[in-house]
């Protein structure tokens, strides 16, 4: 079945420091992929997105790229602020086709603390 | 343009009885999709529906977990005799009917459930 692995947190990281987040995820056919963020006590936010391989998804200063050939989807971010601290989910939506449906398996999210 | 609402935010529950939990999808969203974030873990997809159809309930329970989205009114999540492994927070999301968008799953803030 599908799948995704995030590297294990926490991760640490004074302000303006840069952020990587590994991703890597198992699934057939062609799945969509995403980043959620969640902060303390709230439901989790679309923060990008990337549909199809080499595909580059961004905001805030976020942005990962979507890699079929490694299977992979970091997350990065150039300078990360205090308010960027959050628990941070990559997700995969499988292909309708592949009978995947709609249903997002994600990973078990990675806690980021940055720190002044 | 409201987003996911759900209700209530924190709900307590005694061993044994019942936990009714509410989602309302976003104007113009007909599919809903519930997830449990159990504690320190990721969130897992547990029942995909549209108005008045299940469609994937693969992540469900197979005993006291079930779920309606009726023509009329918010999706509704319930899970009978609760038991203390039955405490998560439990997040609805919603997507539009429009096939080339429908991958993407907007969440509710989550309900918060506690069996004492």
């Known amino acids: 079945g599908d799948s995704v692995t995030q590297m294990e947190g926490p991760v640490t990281l004074s302000e303006e420091a840069f952020l990587t987040i590994n991703c890597t995820y198992t699934?057939?056919?062609?799945?969509?992929l995403f980043w959620y963020v969640q902060y303390p006590g709230e439901g989790l936010q679309l923060l990008l997105k990337a549909t199809k391989a080499d595909d580059k998804g961004s905001n805030k200063g976020f942005e990962a790229t979507y890699r079929k050939e490694t299977t992979s989807f970091h997350l990065e971010k150039g300078s990360v602020q205090v308010s960027d601290s959050a628990v941070y989910f990559c997700?995969?939506?499988?292909?309708?086709?592949?009978?995947?449906?709609?249903?997002?398996?994600f990973g078990t999210g990675t806690q980021l603390k940055v720190e002044l | 343009n409201a987003g996911v609402m759900q209700n209530p935010r924190h709900l307590v529950r005694r061993r044994g009885q019942e936990a009714r939990l509410r989602c309302s999808p976003m104007?113009?969203?007909?599919?809903v999709y519930w997830y449990r974030q159990l504690p320190e873990e990721g969130l897992k997809f547990m029942v995909y529906?549209?108005?008045?159809?299940?469609?994937?309930e693969s992540g469900m329970p197979k005993e006291r977990f079930s779920a309606e989205f009726p023509k009329e009114g918010p999706s509704i999540l319930r899970i009978q005799q609760v038991v203390r492994g039955d405490s998560a927070a439990y997040f609805c999301?919603?997507?539009?009917?429009?096939?080339?968008?429908?991958?993407?799953?907007?969440f509710g803030p989550g309900t918060r459930l506690l069996v004492l």
């Open positions: 997700a995969l939506s499988g292909a309708a086709a592949t009978g995947g449906g709609n249903k997002l398996t």
């Open positions: 999301a919603s997507s539009p009917l429009v096939p080339a968008t429908r991958e993407t799953q907007y």
């Open positions: 104007k113009g969203h007909s599919h």
């Open positions: 529906l549209q108005k008045e159809n299940i469609i994937d």
């Open positions: 699934a057939t056919g062609y799945p969509s």
